[in-house]
């Protein structure tokens, strides 16, 4: 089993890593569920367990204190009642010091004694490197790394590391044994890559990004020898171009993320073709994986077409993992169809996702042969719960090896026919109870973005429902699907949920005094409604997302910010504070996104979780309550005050004021790395903002679009950048308006790792296949 930091910690689990990754996607996705993560709070106790409790945001000074102590104080130990670090067996420290980053162990801990000295070179410890989010880690630190330990190393993760110069690359040459390598996300011209490639042999695992300017024909003939050996290829392009998939002739996994902007700085249109030199085929014939990820824009589809030509010719028959990310609409074309043809005649899968446009209407899935599926995606298709029975569960068939499953903005998913259904009508809980029984092992289900209204019936609510998943790991909701029926149908419409959500004359309401913590909560037997009950249920679920049905953010991906937001859905009218005082019953959360809860009156819920949800590192709330005010500040705060472990946070509300207060009370947030805040027409206080960022020594990204001017903005970046950049080489600050014009000019330079994982706000239950990459 492997540490919960990410490195193997027996030699059974060395020895899987060390096959370079090679099992596949379904045996890895349909793996029996472990133990939930305690992602901070179990290794906080295990250094108070070793005496750390003192040093518990340096782990690496930690051990060297307590090192120091006993050599130093040895004989007075049995009078004091701590416990020395060195008295535990091996096992016991290197399972402690798998939580300390490879470079504080190599480069520091190490030093302090004989016996830290050999432990921290274990094979357990210095096998597997990871760098991606050491936001501390320089360019000296790293050419020290592999000079100390680069033989040792047999995987390298360095994946956003965005920070570090190019030619940091350059002493990944000492790695001589590796076999899987990743540098998604850092800068890497064709030379540099080339003399790197050329001396790892035994490669069999590479992920890289492929920018404007990269030229295939400077690889050597030293380095296409390396690509030909790789089986996996993780490819994140950036400019139209094949990359290095010509040259790896033994691919087995293909993962394509295309990232590709339609207009050049200087407001060009790009083409999709592909320049001179790049007409090398891909080499398909031994693939078993094949995934594509597309980001808005035309050139992206154009280009992933030209990968697709090749595959329609010829179907690979160890072909079992086919997945098509993409936005908006994607035409199928008559060499697509063939190759679905293709692969319904000749190849059995167990991941599916494919473009909206290639199933709508289509009998594909009648055709289409599947082995022991563990992904399916049907997301923003029109695929009725009748379908979904009949063609992908086989009238419930055993599907007890799916374990994640996309039907988010599959509006007609859970009802029989959707040829004259409206969107807000019933579901047919039938269809989601054998959808429950059938596929009993779901660890991810994502129903988001849709409507799924649950009938007057007892017993038959989608939560109820929902709660016999025991083994969920991920859940993402509409907010309409969680209200229980009778109180959102008696509730009468001059409650102050029903205020027009507009940004006009604003409506003098009364406020409903509400509990501020979950005893009274109780005593008004609020645990009894359907959702108090499914999250009692789910005790393992570790990220839940309720998003209101027409919920859009203001920061969409390539476009201009949106102003106008739809109203919520009538059902989610009665949804507040009571229903996220619910959500603090999930002990081991650790991520939760918040959207378009319109009855957030205190939110004295938000409280609750801070108290009881310890384990919470990832929160994102949006648009709550009354938009035209930010009503549930104070609990806000309150709840910040107990977030030890929070690492990221995304607010985006209009007439959001992040002044002195607000700061103060995020700076209780010790573990705070990154900090997103959305708001039109909201305000900001510099002077706060310059002294949160000196008292949280952690965060490395700020990203604050607000209703500021340009020249208050850019002050505040600017200042920001020259006080904390030395300090901190990944600081990556990005202050503008909301609103201006060239906010998507802006967006561009934002590193993906950041762009991705939280500036964009987006759904992220069951958005790929489990354990996709390393």
């Excluded at 110069?165 to 076999?179: A, E, G, M």
Aim: charged letters at 20%; glycine letters at 6%.
């Amino acid at each position: 089993m492997a540490s919960r930091s990410g490195r193997p910690l027996t030699s059974a689990s060395r020895g899987h890593a060390q096959d370079g990754g090679g099992g596949s996607v379904a045996s890895r996705g349909s793996r029996v569920m472990a133990a939930p993560e305690e992602p901070c709070g179990c290794a906080e106790r295990g250094r108070e367990a070793a005496g750390l409790s003192r040093a518990r945001r340096d782990p690496a000074a930690a051990a060297m204190s307590l090192c120091a102590e006993d050599l130093v104080s040895g004989e007075n130990e049995e009078e004091s009642n701590g416990i020395n670090l060195m008295e535990f067996s091996d096992e016991i420290l290197l399972h402690i010091l798998s939580y300390v980053p490879c470079t504080d162990l190599v480069l520091n801990v190490r030093k302090t004694c004989r016996k830290l000295a050999t432990l921290c070179l274990d094979k357990s410890l210095t096998h597997t490197v990871l760098l991606q989010k050491d936001y501390k880690v320089n360019k000296d630190k790293v050419k020290q790394l592999m000079r100390d330990i680069g033989k040792e190393i047999y995987q390298l993760n360095m994946a956003g590391c965005y920070w570090l110069p190019s030619s940091t690359t350059d002493h990944v040459t000492r790695c001589k044994n590796l076999v899987k390598l990743n540098l998604s996300g850092c800068r890497i011209t064709s030379l540099r890559l080339s003399k790197m490639l050329s001396t790892l042999q035994h490669l069999r695992s590479l992920a890289i990004d492929v920018n404007p300017g990269f030229d295939a024909s400077q690889l050597s003939s030293e380095c296409k020898a390396t690509l030909s050996r790789v089986s996996e290829l993780k490819q994140t392009l950036y400019t139209p171009s094949y990359g290095v998939v010509p040259c790896c002739t033994s691919l087995e996994k293909l993962l394509l993320y295309f990232e590709i902007l339609d207009r050049s700085r200087e407001g060009f249109m790009l083409s999709g073709q592909l320049m001179v030199g790049e007409s090398n085929v891909p080499h398909y014939q031994n693939l078993r994986v094949f995934y594509a990820r597309l980001a808005p824009g035309y050139v992206n589809q154009e280009v992933v077409r030209l990968y697709l030509a090749v595959l329609s010719d010829r179907t690979p028959e160890n072909l079992h993992a086919f997945l098509i990310s993409a936005p908006g609409s994607f035409a199928e074309t008559g060499a697509t169809k063939n190759l679905l043809d293709s692969m319904a005649r000749n190849v059995r899968l167990d991941a599916l996702q494919l473009p909206k446009a290639w199933l709508n209407g289509s009998g594909l899935l009648q055709h289409l042969k599947f082995n022991n599926p563990f992904y399916f995606s049907f997301s923003r298709c029109t695929l009725s719960g009748g379908h979904l029975i009949q063609r992908v569960i086989n009238g419930g068939k055993d599907l007890k090896s799916l374990t994640s499953l996309n039907l988010s903005g599959c509006v007609h998913c859970l009802a029989p026919e959707s040829l004259f259904r409206r969107a807000e009508d019933d579901i047919d809980s039938s269809i989601l109870e054998s959808l429950v029984v059938s596929c009993c092992n779901l660890r991810h289900l994502n129903l988001s973005a849709a409507h799924h209204h649950s009938s007057e019936s007892i017993g038959n609510h989608l939560c109820q429902l929902l709660s016999r998943l025991k083994h969920l790991l991920s859940l993402a909701l509409p907010v309409c699907s969680i209200t229980d029926v009778a109180v959102s149908m008696e509730k009468p419409p001059t409650q102050p949920n029903a205020v027009p959500q507009t940004f006009g004359k604003r409506t003098r309401v009364g406020v409903q005094t509400y509990p501020r913590n979950v005893a009274d909560q109780e005593c008004q037997k609020l645990e009894s409604s359907v959702f108090w009950t499914l999250m009692r249920s789910l005790r393992f679920l570790e990220t839940l997302e309720i998003i209101g049905s027409s919920f859009s953010s203001a920061m969409p991906r390539n476009e201009p910010a949106i102003r106008n937001s739809l109203p919520p859905c009538v059902r989610a009218q009665s949804v507040g504070d009571s229903e996220v005082a619910a959500i603090s019953q999930l002990t081991y959360l650790q991520s939760l996104t918040l959207a378009q809860l319109p009855n957030i009156v205190t939110g004295s819920g938000l409280v609750s979780i801070g108290l009881q949800c310890q384990h919470l590192r990832t929160l994102s709330l949006a648009n709550l309550g009354m938009m035209g005010k930010m009503v549930y500040m104070s609990a806000l705060m309150d709840m910040l005050k107990h977030c030890k472990c929070l690492r990221d946070l995304r607010l985006e509300q209009p007439y959001f004021s992040a002044g002195s207060q607000f700061f103060q009370a995020l700076s209780h947030c010790s573990s705070l790395q990154r900090l997103c805040i959305v708001s039109r027409s909201g305000t900001l206080q510099s002077d706060a903002v310059m002294s949160f960022m000196a008292n949280c020594l952690e965060v490395i990204m700020c990203h604050m679009f607000m209703g500021e001017s340009l020249t208050v903005c850019r002050n505040l970046q600017q200042s920001l950048v020259r006080s904390f950049q030395a300090d901190r080489p990944a600081l990556n600050v990005v202050i503008f308006p909301l609103l201006h014009e060239d906010l998507t000019e802006v967006i561009r330079d934002v590193p993906m790792r950041h762009l991705d994982e939280i500036t964009l706000f987006k759904s992220r239950v069951a958005e790929e296949p489990p354990n996709l990459w390393w």
